[in-house]
């Protein structure tokens, strides 16, 4: 059965094609490919160091005489977020405590040191869910109750 999870890896080769028109030898052409696969499955490919077609990476690959693997690098996935339904409860609890919609963010982001405003709750980390809730319960210390 083939794994169907995201790949998250960028593998480059250096490629040699040898021109041989009627056995006559008339040079090689190099080229440097670099494929990558994101979380999603997304293909997209370099050659020799500028973006380009996969079609086209892929055809210098197949049509070259000596391909070598010079490097391949897998990236770690992204760790999984809480989402809109564990945020929405996060945003309850916060209101329940008198806190206005608009210091929620502020909140969470002073409980992660970071110095603007949180964009969203529900792209939180499960760590930096425990972290904010945490934060939470120091500085309002009736949130455990109201949870």
């Known amino acids: ?20 028109p ?8 190099l080229h440097t490919v670099t494929l990558t ?3 999603h499955g997304t ?3 370099q050659l020799d160091g500028q973006p380009a077609p996969v079609a086209d990476a892929v055809r210098v690959l197949h049509y070259a005489t000596r391909t070598e693997l ?11 977020t809480i989402g809109k ?3 929405a409860r996060l945003h309850r609890l916060m209101g329940r405590l008198g806190l206005p919609s608009a210091q929620h963010y502020a ?7 970071e110095w603007a405003p949180l964009p969203s709750l529900a792209t939180l980390t499960e760590q930096e869910a425990r972290t904010v809730w945490a934060h939470l319960c120091r500085l309002y210390p009736q949130a455990r109750a109201a949870a």
């Open 37 to 39: 696969a994101d979380q």
């Open 107 to 113: 909140l969470a982001a002073a409980a992660l040191g």
């Open 1 to 20: 059965m083939k794994d169907s999870k995201p790949r998250n890896i960028t593998r480059t080769w250096n490629t040699v094609t040898e021109h041989r």
């Open 22 to 29: 009627h056995g006559e030898y008339w040079g090689d052409t």
């Open 85 to 87: 339904p564990r945020a």
């Open 43 to 45: 293909l997209t490919a």
């Open 70 to 80: 010079v490097s391949e690098y897998r990236t770690p996935e992204p760790a999984p």
